[in-house]
């Protein structure tokens, strides 16, 4: 089998973007057909190109979505390291949250590539890399950006490869944010219940498949909520004796 050609055109935010596009294209091509035990030796320029100030902050959602996808096999291919420093993952790991809000139109003309995005995550697991980087704060805009985007409209794989990717980050986590397991519970109750059908089931099978990851928050959750019943409780009977008085 014939060694895959590397496109010979570097990536740079400088040029036209009609001519920017057509080299992240071949980039992109190029990369899904390389695997894990691939030739790595012509990556490096790629790679830093891509986390490159002109191609994260580059202005059009086309480039930014193939900016994503190619990070993504880069990711994948050097999996389970990464040849980037930890900032710089930070930086790729939120252009991969802000990508994924385009699943949302699945009749949009790069619904495809998003989609591509999506399962290239889920299926390398990629997420256990941002848990190493201590960034709550990406995992919560992930967890909210899934359950925002989630509809009746999406296949079955969407959803699968979403509850993939939340349970891989439940799985891998020394312990779950608080702040994303309220994200998931706001989804069982009205108003969310009623409002948000899909994002309803997401969350209830999400639930089922992963109580044992959630049981100590779901513990603490409870808990609160009694603990702020007893106080409301007696907070009542404080004003109706006062009232009576």
């Not at 036209?16 to 894990?36: C, N, P, T, V």
């Not at 880069?74 to 385009?102: H, T, W």
Request: hydrophobic letters at 40%.
């Amino acid at each position: 089998m014939s060694k895959i050609q590397a496109p010979t055109k570097n990536l740079s935010g400088h040029v036209e973007k009609a001519e920017l596009l057509d080299r992240l294209k071949s980039w992109a091509g190029f990369l899904s057909e390389i695997d894990q035990e691939g030739d790595k030796s012509e990556l490096s320029e790629i790679c830093a190109s891509l986390v490159s100030p002109d191609l994260l902050e580059y202005q059009d959602a086309e480039v930014k979505l193939f900016v994503a996808c190619c990070a993504a096999d880069v990711l994948r291919i050097y999996a389970p390291e990464a040849p980037y420093a930890d900032e710089q993952l930070k930086e790729i790991f939120m252009l991969f949250v802000e990508q994924l809000r385009g699943l949302e139109d699945i009749k949009g003309k790069s619904f495809k590539r998003y989609f591509y995005l999506l399962e290239n995550l889920a299926c390398v697991k990629t997420f256990i890399l941002c848990m190493e980087l201590d960034a709550p704060d990406i995992i919560l805009s992930l967890f909210r950006t899934f359950f925002q985007i989630f509809n009746e409209r999406h296949v079955g794989k969407v959803q699968t490869f979403m509850m993939d990717i939340m349970i891989t980050i439940m799985q891998e986590g020394d312990s779950i944010p608080q702040d994303v397991v309220d994200i998931i519970l706001m989804h069982i109750i009205q108003p969310y219940k009623s409002r948000k059908p899909a994002a309803h089931s997401l969350a209830k099978e999400l639930i089922n498949r992963s109580v044992t990851y959630l049981e100590p928050n779901l513990q603490k959750f409870f808990n609160a909520a009694l603990m702020k019943g007893i106080e409301t409780d007696s907070g009542m009977g404080q004003l109706s004796e006062g009232q009576g008085r």
